[in-house]
């Protein structure tokens, strides 16, 4: 009867270690490289650090099309001088 108890501890032990253990470093690898963020984080993220990121394509944009505009006036200036 002690054998059965301890072995039923010993599950019960490995059951709560098994579920509280740390992530595995190649699973988070995997979700990262999917693109699939962790839920427990995102509430956690400030509404102000989301809303700079989702500005980054549209700067980024101007950006590039300033450096276009640049290059099509030096390409027109060369060509019509």
Do not use: M, Y
């Amino acid at each position: 009867a002690a054998t059965s108890a301890a072995k039923s501890v010993a599950a019960a032990v490995a059951e709560k270690r098994s579920k509280e253990a740390e992530p595995d470093f190649f699973a988070w690898l995997l979700d990262e490289l999917r693109s699939r963020p962790d839920e427990e984080q995102l509430p956690r993220i400030p509404r102000s650090h989301l809303q700079e990121v989702a500005n980054v394509p549209k700067q980024l944009e101007k950006l590039l099309l300033l450096g276009f505009l640049l290059c099509l006036d030096i390409l027109l200036h060369e060509l019509s001088f």
